[in-house]
């Protein structure tokens, strides 16, 4: 009888591409009659917000806008004013998609430069650049083999863990809701929106993602140059249609805001809020086929080929939330008024025994020093996302890292300052196997070992019971029998009897 080979298929999820490009930016600002004019810039930022990103034919095609927001102080005696513009862009990318399919799409960003200069009081002239960088994740197909059959062969098989894409979709939609602000004159100077890690549940191909966007809005009166911060929670329970999703499977749901506003409303003497808000939905089935890591005929030469192959051992979401304080200096007789954080995307590389994954924080303070003008300075430090260091070097970390809640406490040319960060986002562990390829019994050739005698061995703690069988030619079962093992693997030094194989 010739040997037969039987195959399962299973996939593996793999990082397509990790691309980096950088979008100019060159624009003006035109301040309305009702703006203040430009005496001094004080700060320049620029953040991104994804609206949609969709492949067609190998190329990555994203689309949004750039929020370029400039701080400036009005003549003397001012307090700090604010210019924003939305810069709508379209980023393509070229991808080396081949046979695998995508499954999700992470695109991350930071200002490298930003020049804004007065060109007079009313109009600013801006030079600078973004980068952006998108890592591009996929499923590939690998075949194992599940069972070789043949006149004498022997076969070590393991459950191998697999996960394939069960659905993913994106829903937008915006949250409206009234702000309690005493004040009817006041002026925004920035809303900075967090979004905590939202409750995720699935129910045949529904996935519901219940959670909250927390707004910060700093503003001023009119009355006064102190920056106020009023925070305002927006609560949302949407449902998302995710095909073929599952109670078991492993759902994630990325958040995101792509925009905020603030309005006055005469009839109500109320002011409004509306954040538009997007979830990207993603799901992941488990599932464990047999296969093949080696094979051996008890009777005949054989020929055998093996192959490496990463499998997704394990997909788990990462949600923490990270105190993190600092002391800077303020200068003499400086009065911090504001702060704002930038965080670089997060990076990982393997070191001895470990990865390493960081990303960097800066804090631009903003002071008012006592000649009565606005000054920035900028404090950077590296975080280590230090229960990460067990990944293994082929793990898919994919983590973002975003600022929530701040606050600061002056003492005379100091300034302590707390801030929780999010670090959100899930890691597929992967593991390395050696399974078969191929094999093939050459039953021409009878092999040259006598298996006609009980044969006696001096087993060591630890070893398998399939390689002693390889070595010496027998059938792993009866080994196992005839020495009344309960276990494929040794638990001590032992004297082993081998019987002789019997077709």
Not at 341 to 354: G, L, Q
């Amino acid at each position: 009888m010739s040997t037969k080979i039987f195959y399962d298929n299973m996939l593996t999820t793999a990082k397509l591409a990790e691309l980096s490009a950088e979008h100019s930016v060159e624009t003006e600002i035109l301040l309305a009659d009702y703006d203040q004019p430009v005496f001094k810039i004080v700060k320049s930022t620029m953040e991104h917000s994804i609206t949609q990103k969709y492949i067609t034919k190998n190329k990555l095609v994203t689309e949004g806008f750039i929020r370029l927001s400039v701080y400036y102080q009005p003549p003397e005696g001012e307090k700090l004013s604010v210019a924003t513009q939305r810069i709508p862009f379209q980023k393509q990318f070229e991808l080396p998609l081949e046979n695998a399919d995508v499954s999700f799409i992470n695109v991350y960003g930071n200002c490298q430069y930003i020049n804004a200069r007065p060109q007079n009081p009313t109009r600013i002239d801006i030079r600078g650049a973004y980068m952006f960088t998108v890592k591009v994740c996929g499923q590939s197909p690998v075949k194992a083999v599940s069972a070789a059959k043949g006149n004498a062969v022997c076969c070590n098989s393991r459950e191998v863990a697999s996960f394939y894409l069960s659905g993913q979709n994106i829903r937008q939609f915006t949250i409206e809701d009234e702000l309690d602000i005493d004040s009817q004159q006041i002026k925004i100077i920035r809303i900075h929106t967090c979004t905590p890690t939202p409750a995720v549940t699935t129910y045949q191909g529904k996935l519901t993602s219940k959670g909250e966007v927390v707004a910060d809005i700093y503003y001023t009166l009119s009355d006064s140059r102190e920056v106020k911060k009023y925070s305002h929670t927006f609560l949302y329970n949407q449902i998302i249609d995710v095909s073929e999703v599952k109670e078991n499977h492993v759902a994630y749901t990325d958040v995101s805001v792509t925009n905020v506003s603030v309005s006055y409303d005469a009839d109500s003497k109320k002011y409004l809020a509306g954040v538009t808000v997007q979830l990207d939905a993603v799901s992941f089935a488990k599932q464990e086929i047999i296969a093949v890591t080696d094979a051996f005929s008890c009777c005949f030469d054989y020929r055998s080929t093996e192959k490496q192959v990463l499998t997704d051992k394990n997909i788990y979401q990462v949600d923490k939330t990270l105190p993190f304080k600092f002391t800077a200096d303020t200068g003499r007789d400086s009065t911090v008024c504001h702060i704002i954080f930038d965080i670089s995307p997060v990076r990982s590389y393997y070191e001895i025994n470990k990865t390493a994954v960081k990303a960097k924080v800066s804090a631009n303070i903003i002071t008012l020093n006592s000649q009565n003008e606005y000054e920035c300075s900028e404090y950077s430090e590296d975080i280590m996302l230090s229960w990460l260091e067990n990944c293994g070097r082929n793990d898919e970390i994919l983590v973002k890292l975003t600022a929530g809640d701040s606050s600061f406490v002056q003492s005379g040319d100091k300034v302590q300052v707390n801030v929780n960060l999010y670090a959100q986002g899930f890691v597929i562990e992967k593991e390395q196997l050696t399974l078969l390829e191929s094999f093939e019994e050459d039953t021409d050739n009878p092999c040259s070992d006598d298996n006609g005698n009980l044969t006696v061995y001096y087993a060591q703690k630890g070893e398998q019971v399939f390689d002693i069988a390889k070595q010496h030619r027998a059938q792993p079962q009866h080994i196992m029998d005839e020495n009344e093992l309960q276990n494929d693997i040794l638990m001590a030094d032992q004297m082993i009897f081998i019987p002789a194989f019997e077709q």
